[in-house]
């Protein structure tokens, strides 16, 4: 039988599978202090350069595009996409946290994952999850639907029905603290999905946990060390009852974008980003004053293990 000190040894050698291989100890401790890896704009690999543009789309880029057409979509692309790796990919490579930001089309009813332009329909993703928590029964994942553009309250109305066509009685309903809900009592109930929806749409849902429970303070510039300042800071204070999602993420504005036009948000923003978050997080500590939900951009980067780093990171709960 695995002792609790080889479960500790072994905390993120195991990606696939870390949460249901975490020491009983850890099982048993509240999800919102545990430390969980997540993507930002997890979606977003699933636009291409010849998608067209989304309603979140800055008004400038469609100024730009009503003049240079489809020329502008290319240097869209290039600054739209901020994950190469599928969800299933990411998933198996221990990313329980999926930030998704959604937007319809004139003339049908069907929702789109969006970040500048168009990727995927919804539910060919959420499929995606549904069938990776099929053969993984230890694992939860938590579902953060952040923005929704261009939508009525039918459109609304449709995405819960998707959402609970997939997960169904799997779904944690919501409560007022967080502090019950541990991976044990997660498996014990049968739940594997935690929906966040940021929208009053929502409001009285049973399923769908509102943006209070889970703040996701957003650093909003280009500079590194401005970003781990505003980190630190929103980290110092977060509430002990609920969950929290910290964004090492590089955000570029239009003056920024216009400097560097020709090259992209992965190479501008994400390179310099996750090369330094890394020595960042591996000072931090999971718990009630710490960290727990960590998203960023291209979380497959080579040479940036961040999914390991953040995972790894609870091993200091067992001290």
Not at 164 to 184: I, Y
Not at 189 to 201: F, H, M, S, W
């Amino acid at each position: 039988m695995i002792n609790e000190k080889s479960r500790e040894a072994a905390i993120g050698d195991d990606l696939e599978n870390w949460m249901s291989l975490l020491p009983e100890t850890l099982q048993h401790m509240p999800l919102i202090y545990l430390a969980i890896p997540g993507s930002h704009d997890s979606a977003s690999y699933s636009i291409t350069p010849s998608s067209s543009l989304s309603p979140d789309a800055l008004p400038f880029v469609r100024r730009l595009a009503k003049v240079f057409g489809p020329l502008v979509k290319h240097f869209v692309f290039n600054w739209s996409v901020t994950q190469h790796a599928s969800i299933k990919e990411q998933l198996y490579g221990g990313v329980r946290y999926l930030d998704l930001r959604l937007g319809t089309k004139t003339g049908n009813k069907n929702i789109y994952f969006v970040h500048g332009q168009y990727g995927m329909e919804v539910g060919k993703i959420l499929q995606e999850v549904d069938a990776f928590l099929a053969d993984h029964e230890g694992e939860i994942i938590v579902l953060d639907f952040q923005h929704f553009y261009s939508f009525t309250k039918e459109s609304h109305t449709y995405l819960m029905t998707i959402i609970d066509s997939h997960f169904g009685n799997r779904m944690c309903p919501v409560s007022r603290t967080l502090t019950h809900v541990t991976l044990s009592w997660m498996k014990e109930k049968g739940y594997q999905v935690i929906v966040i929806y940021r929208d009053e749409a929502a409001a009285g849902v049973p399923v769908c946990w509102p943006p209070s429970r889970w703040p996701t303070p957003w650093p909003e510039t280009t500079s590194v060390s401005t970003m781990i300042a505003f980190l630190e800071e929103k980290l110092a204070f977060r509430p002990m009852d609920a969950g929290f999602v910290t964004q090492c993420v590089l955000t570029p504005d239009v003056k920024f974008f216009l400097k560097h036009c020709f090259s992209s948000l992965e190479r501008k923003c994400a390179e310099p980003c996750n090369h330094a978050i890394i020595p960042w997080l591996q000072k931090q500590k999971p718990g009630s004053k710490g960290i727990n939900i960590v998203i960023n951009d291209f979380i497959k980067m080579r040479d940036v293990p961040f999914c390991k780093t953040v995972i790894q990171l609870n091993a200091n709960l067992l001290h």
